[in-house]
């Protein structure tokens, strides 16, 4: 044995972060199994977010190529736009500016009648109009069970949903609180890791 397989063999004994990947029998690797060894506790959630994103996206990618009706290559190419880095570090963008618009009115409190309120009825028409034509997209580009099978679309439906009844019924309470609630969800959807090691069964494609 080579002295650097040996000193590859002690680290692979002597790491505290071992990252196991079982793969099918009928896949790419035959079934071969594969054993990492993580640095410390940040690579290793790191490579189990990329890997659980990869699993879940060609489980969802599997269900909308099984699609057939005439609406599916168009709905395949909007999903692929609506994911990519551009389109979600912009609605991340539009919704911090949001809420950063509703910190800044809770503090101001405009007066009734006066121009500070009528601009910032308007950048709430705004902002929830674009979140209303994400919404909207989202759901063209992964209808149906790709779309309501993840948590986090449920809960984006709802909280938009009561958003916009908020602007048609203005007595409804609630509406900086769903700004909130979306900032929250995009930076759980930028920074959520998770913390313990995990071992994963891979999606064939």
């Not at 069970?145 to 909280?159: G, I, K």
Request: charged share 20%.
């Amino acid at each position: 044995m080579s002295r650097e397989a040996q000193r590859w063999d002690d680290e692979e004994e002597d790491s505290e972060y071992p990252f196991v990947i079982y793969t099918q029998a009928d896949g790419h690797t035959s079934g071969r199994n594969v054993v990492l060894n993580a640095r410390n506790q940040e690579e290793l959630a790191r490579w189990t977010k990329a890997i659980d994103d990869a699993r879940n996206e060609a489980r969802l990618e599997s269900i909308r190529s099984s699609d057939t009706h005439y609406l599916a290559p168009y709905m395949r190419k909007v999903a692929a736009w609506y994911n990519s880095n551009l389109v979600q570090y912009s609605v991340a963008v539009v919704i911090f500016a949001s809420y950063g618009i509703a910190i800044v009115n809770s503090q101001l409190l405009p007066p009734p009648g006066s121009d500070s309120e009528y601009y910032m009825k308007l950048a709430e028409w705004i902002f929830t109009s674009i979140f209303a034509l994400e919404l909207a997209v989202n759901l063209f580009g992964h209808w149906f069970w790709p779309f309501f099978n993840c948590t986090w679309n449920c809960f984006d439906f709802l909280v938009v949903g009561c958003s916009v009844v908020s602007l048609i019924i203005p007595a409804l309470p609630g509406n900086h609180t769903h700004t909130r609630v979306r900032a929250h969800k995009r930076t759980h959807t930028h920074t959520h890791v998770y913390t313990h090691p995990q071992t994963f069964s891979c999606c064939k494609h």
